[in-house]
Structure formats: C-alpha cells, structure tokens
C-alpha cells in the first residue's frame, strides 16, 4: 500500500509541474470506470489508476462526460 501512495505522491507532482508549463491545462479528475470527478489534490483522486484518469478544463466538462462532483473534495 506505502508503494501505491508513493507512486500516487509522484503522479501528483508530475501533474503540478506539468500544470507550471500549461497553466490551467485542467483543473478537474476522474476515473473512466467511477461517476465522481475531484480537484486533483483530492485524496480520492490520488487513488484513480493513471490508465483510467480522465482530465477536464471544466466543472460543466467533467459533469457532460457523466461524473458527479465528489463528496469530499466538492469541486
């Protein structure tokens, strides 16, 4: 499980600094296979597969794609 958050932690960073080059690429998450969309800080969504992870610009995006704003995170 440590092994899974590392690699998590690592894709979190990789996204932020990628998002220092492309400001505002994206600012919502979410899994192909799970309603929720997330703020990709959210723990939940550090727990979506990158081969599932979807990206959206927009809230109106991830929620025409299907996805339910998250429980927690509320974005």
């Known amino acids: 499980m440590l092994a899974r ?3 998590a932690l690592l ?3 990789a996204v932020l600094l ?3 080059a492309h400001a505002q690429a994206y600012r919502y998450v979410a899994s192909k296979i ?3 969309f997330h703020y990709p ?3 939940w969504a550090l727990e979506i ?3 599932n992870l979807q990206t959206f610009k927009t809230r109106d995006e991830a929620i025409a ?3 339910r704003p998250c429980k927690v995170c509320d974005p």
Request: aromatic share 0%; charged share 25%; proline share 10%.
């Open 5 to 7: 958050q590392k690699l």
């Open 11 to 13: 894709i979190v960073l």
């Open 18 to 20: 990628a998002g220092l």
């Open 34 to 36: 799970r309603k929720p």
């Open 41 to 43: 800080t959210c723990k």
């Open 49 to 51: 597969d990158p081969q």
């Open 65 to 67: 794609a299907g996805h």
